[in-house]
């Protein structure tokens, strides 16, 4: 690679003459899946007058460079899939490090803008680098990323969103939904002073639905494991679970392990009548959860009001319920949930699944924002 040059680009001064070729191996994208490398001889120049010498360029590959530009946004549109790095680096032939370096490089360009904040806040934590937990928020209505700290402690949370955000723009926030933890109440008013704290409505069906879960489990192992109350308690315990008006109660079906048919309210009915208290636990919970569904707040109170005989399980769960009632009443006039965000933790957690953990907290961090910041549209296949 070579062409003529009378200026030298150092000092502005010539003559330049050509002073030799300096041999360089540059690793270009696959061709038909197996690694290619150019060797290209580039043409050294040297200045008469500095005695400076510099080499012919070329936007195939950057100076001090051996890894193309081609090959590095082959690398990014990698990235923005759920692959491990180690795969990447074999596929484009190149090493790991390397992938490193352009995730590094992209850290400034996926940095989250921190120019106001949305009026809906959803605050989680997740499980992130040396089994430390670390706090995730984002936008309750557009679901997209707002805030990932290294750690969920309420210094750190403070300090991020007092240090960043005017109070101008922390006064935007309206509601900020979370679960059931105490840590991120205390906090949340002095961060947000206009802003309304909201119960997650999946973590509120969820511990219902525990509640009635362990209760059918304990009354389960009264029982011997060959007998045929056990058979019905164990193995057909998701109608349990099951709202009673969805259970089918016409059309009966072969249950393999009772060796009979049996619509899902009659099996249902084998399991609720070895019991008064799991009978009572099981319309009960399922009122509550329904109730909690349907955002049906006196139905919710009435319910509450005429418990009696459950089991001590829900009894748990109901004085949660009680000691937490403004926060599901703010849940019930809104529309908002953690359920966009239980989708992002499970993507998180993909990532960290398929690179077998993550040992940099920054690289963690920033392949988390490139799969959830560069966007890469799909493209159906050309057909002629």
């Known amino acids: 690679m070579t ?3 009378s200026i030298c680009p150092l000092c502005g001064q010539s003559p330049v ?18 690694p290619v490398i150019l060797k290209l001889a580039r043409q050294r120049y040297l200045c008469k007058v500095c005695q400076h010498t510099f080499s012919a360029q070329t936007p195939l590959v950057k100076a001090h ?5 081609d090959t590095k946004q082959m690398i990014i549109l ?3 899939k ?18 490193n370096r352009v995730i590094d490089s992209l850290a400034v360009q996926t940095k989250t803008a921190l120019t106001g904040l949305p009026s809906t806040l959803c605050f989680d934590e997740f ?5 430390y937990m670390s706090f995730i928020a984002i936008n309750g209505q557009s679901h997209q990323l707002v805030s990932v700290l290294p750690d969920r402690l309420n210094k750190s949370i403070k300090r991020h969103f007092i240090g960043n955000y005017s109070l101008a723009e922390r006064s935007q926030v309206k509601q900020v939904v979370i679960d059931f933890n105490a840590q991120y109440q205390s906090v949340i008013h002095e961060i947000f002073p206009q802003a309304k704290i909201i119960a997650d409505n999946f973590h509120l069906v969820q511990m219902g639905l525990q509640a009635l879960n362990q209760t059918r489990v304990q009354l389960m192992h009264h029982f011997k494991q060959d007998s045929r109350e056990y058979r019905v308690l164990k193995h057909h315990w998701r109608l349990f679970l099951k709202s009673y008006t969805h259970l089918e109660k016409r059309k009966p079906q072969w249950f393999a392990h009772l060796k009979n048919w049996f619509t899902q309210e009659q099996l249902v009915w084998q399991g609720l009548e ?4 799991f009978q009572h636990t099981y319309f009960i919970a399922h009122a509550l959860v329904d109730a909690l569904r349907n955002r049906d707040y006196d139905q919710f109170i009435q319910t509450l009001n005429n418990v009696k005989n459950v089991s001590p399980q829900l009894e748990t769960t109901i004085k949660t319920y009680r000691k937490n009632l403004p926060l599901i009443k703010n849940m019930m006039m809104t529309t908002f949930s953690n359920g966009p965000l239980e989708g992002v933790n ?12 993550y040992r940099n907290w920054s690289h963690f961090y920033t392949r988390i924002r490139i799969e959830f910041t560069i966007q890469i549209k799909k493209r159906k296949p050309i057909r002629k």
């Open 274 to 277: 070895l019991a008064d208290t």
């Open 17 to 34: 003459v050509r002073f030799g070729t300096n041999l360089i191996n540059v690793r270009i994208p696959p061709i038909k899946e197996r």
């Open 3 to 5: 062409y003529p040059i």
């Open 346 to 357: 499970r993507k998180i957690k993909q990532i960290k699944r398929t690179a077998y953990g």
């Open 78 to 80: 990698r990235l923005t």
């Open 82 to 99: 759920d692959i491990s790095i180690t795969d990447i680096a074999d596929e484009l032939n190149v090493s790991p490090v390397a992938i």
């Open 65 to 69: 460079c051996q890894i193309s530009e």
């Open 127 to 131: 499980c992130s680098t040396g089994h």
